[in-house]
């Protein structure tokens, strides 16, 4: 039987310096894929490659091991030895991988968790997979299923909610003041690197304009340049922070810049009007006392260290219900594989069964055309077709039975039993039974307890006599 | 045949109102367990606060079958205004996250229908001119629009000091209500409704006192005038000085305290007899 395995190296198992060595390019990862379906016993493969895990999803070959293989494979592609590399990759096969690709999936083996950046990677991909030509139908079908438990985790649970990076958090806060930061102005207040991830959020957010100033006019421009704000000299800053409604502030002064003495006449001058001061300076640039000025709301690095760890345990505490969707997605992929696995005998034992039908009729029909029949007669064809057709399909099943080793008959005719839904309670004297009958029905040495057999002959006569009652005339005429 | 007034006072309530009392309770535990993090509770708990509206509306539209004018007596007015203050609030909910607001507004609500309807009737009030009526229904909308923007600047004042004392593990920071902002435009704007309606059925009352000939010494009516003052100078410093935030939210409030006093002494008074 094929089955699902996972092989690879997370943030959980190794260190950055470890997963560089065993990371791919982008341009590296059709190559990888066709190597492994060529050389390995894998029949399809998909090759996942981020800062915080290299993973290969794949479907092994029937009846072999690919997880082995597939290590040495890795470690031999990026020059390591595969003892180099044995404690630091894992391996999933069957309900346990398909687990594991929904987790990851879903945000939940993530270094950040519910960080949903890894399900557009994934999306890459399985994309770069399936041009590859690498993807499979059962690698499709798991990854398809991943996407859905993925979005269906996000709407259900609280995993994604709340920032959780300390320039969202400056946004998220910036919102429970503003609401909607459609046409509000950002101050940034000196050019440090975090001052533009804030800067460029709130713009993303809806922040109609950011002004940019600087004790040095050139950093200014530079960063004015960089997020598309307004340069503004420093000279003008009381005015500034007159017209601003949110202040990034991240300079390098050592004595703090954003004074009570210049909030009390900025904030008069605002008319107390709702003011967001983000610093994210250390050491801080804003006096701690300016917080309490009507609408002015200050927040320090730590203010917004403290949101982010607390957003991230709400998404710990939701990450338990997610990890119950994922518990029961995959149960029922598993379920879906299952019954996958079964389809081809079901096809085999359909056909087999219509063609031995198919092959008795045609017979039957050439000798019935040959030459005139009585209704009698027809009627004598077609019941030993019927009793040919169910000869023939018993006799190997029969066969297997009686020919079964001594340790395996019993299970076999438990297994009979169950799927004909038999009850065999006068089986306890089969031979008995079987000997008075027609030796041509081979068939009968697990049928003759059944109750519901015995009622279906008379019945099967009669639907047979009407059957044959009414076709008899045309035919008939057909043959004259 | 007792006199029609007298009859009218001691109207029961109608099944409706028990379905009110039940749906408002329903609903403030809703609120609190959305507040509690079960998030997607919420349709349920604003279907709730739907529910009660209802049952409330149906019952001063019984009582109204009944020939009780829903502005008859402070107490019916009592009923009414947590009926407008419910339909202020399913309103707003419709815009804002209110959960906060919702879990302190339909306990008020709630104690207002029962103490409106299970409260002795007292005596029959003196015989209530249109005049009257006009008095009391306006009085009844103004300060049902007065205790709206009181519950907003209530709201905001939470908020803000969860805000800027940094308290993010407070249900006031987590349930991520209405915006600060929006919360004081609204109040401020629902003040601007509320203050001539107010003013008006303050002028009609006095008009309906000396017509009495009642005397003007009862505390209630400098009390009445005090509220009065207290949302005039709010409107004047909000427009004049460009207050606004946490120092409006206190002067709206005690607004409300005075209107809130006002009623009480009306409610005593007619309970006494």
């Known amino acids: ?480 | 045949m007792t006199p029609v007034s007298d009859r009218l006072l001691s109207v029961a309530p109608s099944p409706a109102f028990w379905v009110a009392v039940f749906a408002y309770t329903a609903a403030a535990a809703a609120l609190l367990v959305v507040l509690g993090g079960h998030a997607r509770l919420r349709p349920l708990a604003v279907a709730l606060v739907g529910v009660a509206f209802v049952a409330h509306g149906t019952d001063i539209g019984w009582r109204g079958t009944l020939h009780v004018h829903p502005a008859q007596s402070v107490r019916e007015a009592l009923g009414f205004l947590s009926f407008i203050i419910t339909g202020g609030y399913l309103l707003a909910s419709t815009r804002y996250r209110l959960t906060l607001g919702g879990a302190a507004v339909m306990p008020v609500s709630l104690v207002l229908l029962v103490v409106a309807r299970l409260t002795p009737a007292g005596t029959a009030p003196e015989d209530l001119s249109s005049l009257g009526r006009i008095h009391i229904s306006l009085a009844t909308i103004g300060v049902g629009v007065f205790a709206l923007a009181s519950a907003l600047s209530m709201i905001y004042l939470i908020e803000e000091r969860a805000l800027r004392r940094k308290r993010f593990d407070t249900i006031a920071f987590k349930d991520k209500g209405a915006p600060l902002e929006a919360l004081d435009r609204l109040s401020h704007r629902l003040i601007w409704i509320g203050f001539p309606i107010f003013t008006a059925a303050l002028v009609l009352g006095a008009i309906w006192v000396s017509k009495l000939g009642e005397s003007l010494d009862r505390p209630e009516y400098p009390l009445a005038g005090v509220t009065w003052i207290f949302y005039a100078a709010l409107l004047v410093v909000r427009q004049v000085y460009g207050w606004r935030g946490r120092r409006a939210a206190r002067l709206t409030l005690a607004g409300f305290a005075a209107a809130l006093i006002v009623l009480f002494l009306y409610l005593v008074r007619r309970m006494a007899g």
């Open chain 1, 1 to 480: 039987m094929t089955e699902l395995f996972v092989v690879g190296i997370s943030w959980r198992t190794a260190p950055v310096a470890v997963r560089e060595k065993l990371a791919f390019r982008d341009e590296e990862l059709a190559g990888t894929l066709q190597a492994m379906t060529a050389g390995l016993p894998v029949a399809e493969a998909l090759l996942v490659s981020t800062c915080n895990r290299v993973e290969v999803y794949g479907v092994a070959r029937s009846g072999s091991d690919a997880t082995g293989p597939v290590r040495t494979f890795l470690a031999a592609r990026r020059g390591l030895a595969p003892t180099d590399v044995a404690d630091v990759l894992y391996d999933h096969r069957g309900g346990a991988a398909v687990r594991h690709v929904f987790s990851v999936a879903s945000a939940l083996d993530s270094l950040v968790l519910g960080e949903a950046q890894i399900l557009g990677q994934l999306k890459a991909a399985y994309g770069v997979a399936a041009t590859a030509g690498t993807s499979g139908p059962l690698l499709g079908r798991c990854l398809e299923r991943a996407f859905g438990v993925a979005k269906r985790v996000r709407t259900e649970t609280a995993i994604a909610r709340g920032a959780a990076n300390i320039s969202t958090v400056a946004v998220d806060l910036a919102k429970r003041v503003f609401g909607n930061l459609t046409g509000k102005s950002v101050l940034v207040i000196g050019a440090g690197k975090m001052s533009t991830l804030a800067a460029r959020h709130l713009y993303a957010s809806g922040a109609q304009r950011i002004v940019v100033t600087n004790r040095s006019p050139e950093k200014a421009e530079a960063l004015a340049a960089e997020i598309d704000g307004i340069a503004r000299p420093w000279a003008e800053l009381e005015r500034l922070l007159v017209e601003a409604d949110v202040v990034i502030s991240s300079t390098g002064a050592r004595e703090p810049i954003l004074t009570r003495g210049l909030f009390k006449r900025v904030t008069k001058a605002r008319r107390w009007r709702q003011l967001v001061v983000i610093d994210i300076a250390v050491p801080r640039d804003a006096e701690p006392a300016i917080g309490e000025l009507d609408g002015v709301y200050v927040f320090d690095i730590d203010d917004l260290e403290k949101v982010v760890a607390a957003n991230l345990a709400e998404r710990a505490k939701a990450a338990e219900h997610a990890a119950r969707i994922v518990e029961h997605e995959a149960g029922q992929f598993e379920h879906w594989l299952r019954t996958q696995g079964v389809v081809p005998t079901i096809r085999a034992l359909r056909e087999r069964f219509a063609r031995v039908a198919e092959t008795e009729l045609q017979k039957t029909l050439d000798q019935l055309a040959r030459k005139d029949h009585t209704p009698a007669q027809q009627r004598e064809a077609v019941q030993r077709l019927v009793q040919l057709v169910v000869n023939k399909l018993l006799h190997q099943p029969t066969a297997a039975l009686r020919e079964a080793p001594p340790d395996e008959a019993g299970m076999r005719a438990e297994i009979l039993c169950q799927l004909f839904d038999l009850s065999p309670v006068e089986a306890a004297d089969p031979t008995g039974r079987a000997e008075p009958g027609d030796p041509g029905d081979s068939g009968d040495s697990g049928d003759p307890g059944d109750p519901g057999d015995s009622d279906e002959p008379p019945e099967a006569q009669q639907a047979l006599d009407r059957a044959l009652a009414e076709p008899a005339p045309p035919e008939r005429k057909a043959a004259t």
